[in-house]
Structure formats: structure tokens, C-alpha cells
């Protein structure tokens, strides 16, 4: 128990260091809040002398100050209350505006922050994490933490300073009742602890269960077209509503223990005012006590019932806010992808490619998905991977962008192992067109130009369009290359985002060039018009073309046959052919003997 109570508050300790660089509007905050709890509290210790002089009991106030007469008394009364009225709303804006200003910006940093070290992951966390659940972080999580910041702060100090105000009124009016109140605090005090331990939980299960709410609303909305093909919204809505409802129970936990631990506060509470009271009318009637510390004091009471009841479901929220800091921590302390290059590349690569006896396993899987692969491509030629799928076809080109590590051997470029570079530059050299084009909710301008550094004219823009023959369909749209084309290209057919893809890759103008299935999404005279704009862009560039229809590579400087991670067959289209092993087996089936 210590060790959680140990790391509880060392997250808190590395949540407050956000706020440092805000020390002034939260040091204004706390200046209000202290402030704000001091004029509530001195609206209590001014009731017992106004009551004892304005109505003339011809006893001194507790304070034992001078007696004013009744008629000032009642003058000087309303204008003290205007005064503590104003002086409470000051005070109280301050404070909420102080700590919502210094909240905002830990989110704003924390989301940031966040952000940046998510898009530095290692491919290997994306494979193993659902986008909702990293979506859930950024958002609810971060939401939890502004509350354990802002609203929870601003209750754990406001109230703990109007607390120590109210017990100072108190033992200005009778230490001794002040006393018996104060001996119901240790079991107040035994209830917080303990159920603190259940809220830290029930917080972690919340996050969790939001997280699935996320990644379901996140698959509802991309894979929309499947579930209507398939006609299973009733299913999904079924699946998510299940998720949706252990969610709801989860939050009716929270409420459930904090209405529980609360009324037994108040319980405990109310039999130390009720022991109060029953002393003080005791005291009163027997001449100790006046009328005017007598309502002074119970009045006094009766205040600080609201400040523990707020201070006691404070501690839900607090725990809430820790348990989501500390989720957003572990993802924070996560390692990002390694780049220990040291050679840059400020001009382009020559493009010489050697594989090596590469042997390479995905993290979640036992059977390696290559097996000692040896290959070289020189510099301007064009090597051809073929093969069914899981053949390791595309896990060649994911090694080669250093999406993953290799186990053993070496994959070289320009006679240096791709370790060595610095992982920008090394990318830089690359341009890629995949099977499963990503486009951006911007212009198809923007996501043409996306990644280039500098000002990019809009005659290379056009020129890259044409080439890849989008300009045919780019013109018949409302606002040309200024349309917004919406989430990953949603206005456009697969074609036409594989087009924008290959004139991305034709104007970052590489010189290695990926090319995975890029004419899959084609049909056949959309193909034929751009196989041209792909050799156009294949010239002087070294490339690596992964394809599955045969008819696209019958060019290329070389081919390999993969099948379960090994080299088959290696060669050119007519060697592989009058070999008649397995490309002369793919060749027949697509086109017949």
C-alpha cells in the first residue's frame, strides 16, 4: 500500500511540473481561492457580535472589541454584506479563471506532447495498439487530468482554507465545543482513505472501458460500407451497446461508492453537530454562552458541512485524474522509434540496394517472415517481387524504409548498412506508392505537395498530375486541385486516389522508388494509360515494383519468386519463363499457355 500511496503522489508530483511554467496565474488562482474562503468565513465570525449588539444583550462580543450601538450596527450592517459580497465575487473569478487558464494549458501541453510522441511510435506499437485507444489518451484521458488540475484543485484548496477559517471562527467562539465537533475528523477521515484505493480502480476500469466506446465508434465510422454490405448494423449496434452499457456501469460504480462514502460522512458529521448543539444549548441555558455566539457557532457548523462534503467527492475526482495521468504517463515513457544513424544524406542517394542474408520476424510472430534473403539491385535498375500473399513481398520494402529492424545480416545502400543514416534523411530517398493509398482531409493539391519542404509551384503540381493522368478527372470537380477531398480521399474512387498517390510520388521525385500494387485499384485503361507515367517515373531511378499481375513487371531488370520468406527463382521475365518453375506457373495462370 505504501508503494501505491509512494507512486500516487509522484504522479501527481510530475503532473504539477506542467503547471510550473504557469506559476503566475496559478499563484493568482490560489491567492483567490484562499482569499475567497476568508470572506465566506468572515460573514460567520461578524454574525455572533452583530446579533449581541443589535438586539441589545448588553453582553460583549466573544472577541471581547467594544459594543457599537444597535442603530449604527444596523447601518453598517447591509453595507458590510454589499462589501463581502463584492470582495467573494473578485476573489472567486479569480480563482476559477486563474486555474481554468493554467488547466487549458496543461491539457494543451500534455496533448501535445502526447501527439508528438505517439507519431514518433516505432511501427511495431501501431500494430499492437487500436487507434481508439491511443485516440482515447489524447482526448478523455487528457480531459480527466484538466479536471484533477483545474476543478479538484480548486476545490482541495478552496475548501481546505475555508475549512481552517471555519475552525478559527469556531475556537474564537468556544474552544471547548470546537473540541467534541472535531472528534468525529478520524473516522471522516479512515472513510476517505479507504475508499480512495476503490476509486484509483474503479478509474483505471473507466479509462479501459472508454477506450473500447472509442476503437467501436472509430471501426463504426471506417468500416461504415462493410457493415452495410454485410447487413450487420444490428449486430454492431448489439456489440456496441454491450460495450456502451459496462461503460455505464462502470461510471455507476464511482457514483455508487462516492453517494455511500458521502452520506456516511454526513452521518458522522451530523452526530457531531447534533453533540454540539445539544452542549451549547446547555451552556446557553445557563448564562455561559451568548445568543450571539450561540448562532454564530452553530452557523458556523452548519458552513462546514458543504466544504467536507465537497473535500470528501473530491477524492474521486482527484483519483480519477491520477489514474488517467498515469495511463497517459506509461504511453509517454514508451520508447520511440531508434535512430542512432550518424551519416546523412543532404543529396541524393546513388541507389545501389543489397540484401545480405537478411533474416527478419514481425514481434508477434514466431515463423520469420524472411528467411537469409540475398539480392542486390545497381543503382537505376528495377527489380520485380513476386509471389502469393505472405510471401514477405512487402515486409523486403517495409525493411528498406526501416519501418523494422532486422534480426540478422545487413541490408545496405550505397555500400553502407541502413543503420547508419539518420532515419529522415534516409527516408527522404524514398517514394512510395501503396496497395492502400492514405489521403489527407485537405486539397488534392496539398496532399500532391504533402511532405515537400519549401514552396512547391503549382506548374510542378499540374505537371505531376498529368503525368500520372489525374489531371482527367481532377479538372471535372468543382473546385479542380483545390477541391477537399475529405477523410482518406472518401470523394474519391480507389483509382483516382491511386493516381493522386503516384503523382505524390512523381513530384517527390526520388531516387528510390517503392512501387506495392500500385496499379491494383485500375481498371484496365486506366492501367495502360499510367503504365506509362510509370516508367516515365521508374527511369534513372533505382525501384522496387511489387505486384501481382505479371504484365506490369515483364521489364524489369529482375524478378524474384518468393514463397514463405525464401528466394525461389531469380532472373529476367524470359529467363523465368524457358525455366519453367514457378513464375512460368503464375504466367500460365494469369494469361493461359
Not at 525493411?399 to 541490408?411: A, K, V
Not at 470523394?491 to 491494383?520: F, V, Y
Request: aromatic content about 8%; glycine content about 8%.
Amino acid at each position: 500500500m505504501l508503494d501505491t500511496n509512494s507512486s500516487r503522489v509522484d504522479t501527481y508530483k510530475r503532473l504539477l511540473k506542467y503547471a510550473v511554467p504557469f506559476r503566475l496565474g496559478l499563484a493568482l488562482a490560489i491567492v483567490g481561492m484562499v482569499a475567497n474562503a476568508g470572506f465566506e468565513a468572515l460573514f460567520a465570525r461578524l454574525m455572533g457580535p452583530f446579533l449581541d449588539t443589535s438586539f441589545g444583550t448588553g453582553q460583549a462580543p466573544a472577541d471581547g472589541g467594544a459594543m457599537s450601538p444597535a442603530g449604527d450596527m444596523f447601518m453598517l450592517a447591509p453595507i458590510v454584506v454589499i462589501v463581502l459580497f463584492i470582495a467573494r465575487g473578485i476573489t472567486s473569478f479569480m480563482a476559477d479563471y486563474g486555474l481554468a487558464w493554467v488547466g487549458r494549458h496543461v491539457v494543451k501541453s500534455l496533448r501535445q506532447e502526447l501527439f508528438e510522441k505517439i507519431i514518433r511510435f516505432p511501427i511495431k506499437e501501431f500494430d499492437q495498439t487500436t487507434p481508439g485507444t491511443l485516440i482515447s489518451k489524447i482526448t478523455f484521458d487528457v480531459e480527466l487530468v484538466a479536471n484533477s488540475v483545474t476543478k479538484a484543485l480548486l476545490i482541495l484548496v478552496r475548501e481546505s482554507a475555508y475549512v481552517l477559517f471555519l475552525v478559527y471562527t469556531m475556537f474564537s467562539y468556544s474552544w471547548q465545543l470546537t473540541l467534541v465537533f472535531f472528534l468525529v475528523i478520524p473516522p471522516i477521515a479512515f472513510s476517505v482513505k479507504f475508499v480512495s484505493r476503490r476509486f484509483r480502480k474503479l478509474g483505471l476500469q473507466i479509462q479501459a472501458a472508454m477506450g473500447r466506446v472509442t476503437a467501436k465508434s472509430e471501426q463504426m465510422v471506417s468500416g461504415n460500407k462493410v457493415m452495410k454490405l454485410f447487413g450487420s448494423e444490428g449486430m454492431e449496434a448489439k456489440r456496441f451497446g454491450d460495450i456502451n452499457n459496462h461503460n455505464r456501469q462502470q461510471n455507476m460504480k464511482v457514483l455508487a461508492t462516492q453517494g455511500s462514502s458521502d452520506a456516511f460522512i454526513q452521518l458522522l458529521a451530523g452526530i457531531g453537530l447534533a453533540l454540539v448543539l445539544y452542549i451549547a444549548g446547555t451552556l446557553a441555558h445557563s448564562g455561559e454562552l451568548t445568543v450571539g455566539a450561540f448562532v454564530g457557532l452553530v452557523t458556523t457548523m452548519l458552513m462546514m458541512m458543504r466544504p467536507i462534503k465537497r473535500l470528501t467527492n473530491v477524492n474521486s475526482e482527484m483519483q480519477r485524474g491520477i489514474a488517467a495521468a498515469d495511463s497517459i504517463f506509461q504511453v509517454l515513457d514508451k520508447a520511440v522509434e531508434v535512430d542512432d544513424g550518424t551519416l546523412t544524406l543532404a543529396a541524393r542517394a546513388k541507389g545501389n540496394i543489397a540484401f545480405k542474408d537478411v533474416t527478419f520476424s514481425y514481434p508477434t510472430k514466431e515463423e520469420p517472415a524472411l528467411k537469409n534473403v540475398s539480392f542486390e539491385v545497381p543503382a537505376g535498375k528495377t527489380i520485380a517481387l513476386v509471389g502469393r500473399s505472405g510471401s514477405g513481398k512487402t515486409t523486403i520494402s517495409s525493411l528498406l524504409t526501416r519501418f523494422y529492424d532486422i534480426d540478422s545480416g545487413c541490408i545496405c545502400l550505397d555500400g553502407n548498412d541502413l543503420r547508419q543514416y539518420r532515419l529522415h534523411d534516409l527516408r527522404r530517398q524514398f517514394a512510395v506508392v501503396s496497395q492502400q493509398v492514405y489521403l489527407f482531409n485537405d486539397t488534392i493539391a496539398a496532399n500532391i505537395a504533402y511532405g515537400l519542404e519549401g514552396d512547391v509551384s503549382r506548374e510542378a503540381i499540374i505537371q505531376a498530375a498529368t503525368t500520372a493522368h489525374a489531371m482527367e478527372f481532377i479538372e471535372r470537380l468543382p473546385e479542380g486541385l483545390d477541391t477537399v477531398i475529405g477523410e482518406n480521399g472518401v470523394m474519391l474512387s480507389g483509382g483516382q486516389r491511386q493516381r493522386i498517390a503516384i503523382a505524390r510520388a512523381l513530384l517527390r521525385d526520388a531516387p528510390l522508388l517503392i512501387l506495392d500494387e500500385a496499379t491494383s485499384a485500375l481498371d484496365t485503361e486506366s492501367e495502360r494509360h499510367i503504365q506509362a507515367g510509370l516508367e516515365a517515373l521508374q527511369k534513372n531511378r533505382t525501384s522496387l515494383v511489387i505486384a501481382h499481375r505479371l504484365s506490369t513487371i515483364e521489364n524489369a531488370d529482375q524478378i524474384l519468386v518468393l514463397d514463405h520468406g525464401e528466394i525461389l527463382e531469380q532472373g529476367t521475365h524470359s529467363e523465368l519463363l524457358e525455366r519453367d518453375g514457378n513464375y512460368a506457373g503464375l504466367y500460365k495462370m494469369q494469361f493461359g499457355n
